[in-house]
Each structure stands twice: as C-alpha cells, then as structure tokens.
C-alpha cells in the first residue's frame, strides 16, 4: 500500500493560538500554533537556558567509566597550561572546563588581557549574555570606557 505522494495540500483548519493568554480562533495549518499577531517575531516564546548550563563553565565529558576515576584535564582557557584533577563519574558527563583558578569569570577576563586576546574576552562576555538576555542586543552595551590610557612606555626621543 502507498500514499499517494503528491497532494499534499494543506488545509487550513480551525486552530486555536497556543500563545499564553490568547486564544484567539484562527485558520492555519495543521502545524501552526499561534494567530497570525502571534506569530511575529516579536512575541516568539524563546526558550531559556539556565544561566549555569553546560559550555560555558563546563564541558560534556563522553566517557565509559563504570567506577569513579580521577582523571587529570587541561585548563580550557586559552594560553593557560594548569592541568587539574577531576573525579569522574559513571553516567555524569558534565565536568568543569577551566583549572581551579580559571572558574571565576574575572579572572579569566584578567588572564585574557594578560595574553592580550581581547577578542577572547569579547567572544567569552557574548556567549554568557546570551544565556542570561534574549537576543535583543541593539548596541546597548558600548562599553567605551574612556580614560583608559594605554601606558606605553616609549617615549620619541626627539633629539
Ligand atoms: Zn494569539
Ligand atoms: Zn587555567
């Protein structure tokens, strides 16, 4: 027995918005869950991550071990060598990414500008805001902070 293939037309039916507090009856197809206001970009229900979820801090460890394991790991963070020791254990896979040192966000930022890869730091700021805000980012947040003057100790000897 074979479907017939082509014909797919969809229909549009009585459908009711899924959108909290809607409701609204409107027609769409089988698979649209909100009235055409609700469908706007605008009102899209994003879903959230939890601040503290995995890649950021953490990374997913794939592993087969039956019994704990201390394994030793390498600091994730660029132009860091501290290894550290880490308990592994079965069927958890989620396992701190940075050496001891590294887990604190500040000092990382701090050991970035030491290495001089702002762009590190740029790149790691944007990935935990994601996590926190929608992405609604409209250049709100120029941190222009003014009155940082480089220090640079060369002077022109103009002699
Ligand atoms: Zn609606
Ligand atoms: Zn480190």
Redesign the pocket.
């Known amino acids: 027995m074979q479907l017939p293939k082509s014909r797919r037309r969809q229909k549009l039916r009585e459908k009711k918005?899924q959108?909290p507090g809607?409701g609204?009856i409107f027609f769409g197809i089988h698979i649209s869950k909100?009235?055409p206001?609700?469908r706007q970009d605008r009102y899209r229900i994003r879903k959230r991550t939890k601040p503290e979820d995995v890649n950021i801090k953490n990374q997913t460890f794939k592993h087969s071990y039956t019994e704990v394991v201390t394994l030793v790991m390498d600091c994730a963070l660029e132009g860091c060598d501290h290894q550290f020791e880490v308990k592994v254990y079965p069927r958890q896979f989620i396992y701190p990414k940075y050496c001891p040192e590294h887990r604190n966000e500040y000092k990382r930022i701090r050991h970035l500008q030491l290495i001089g890869r702002e762009d590190l730091i740029e790149q790691m700021k944007s990935e935990s805001e994601s996590f926190e805000l929608d992405a609604i980012g409209d250049g709100l947040d120029e941190n222009n902070s003014e009155g940082e003057a480089e220090d640079v100790g060369i002077v022109d000897d103009v002699a």
Request: aromatic share 24%; with cysteine.
């Open positions: 918005c959108y809607c609204k909100y009235c206001e609700h």
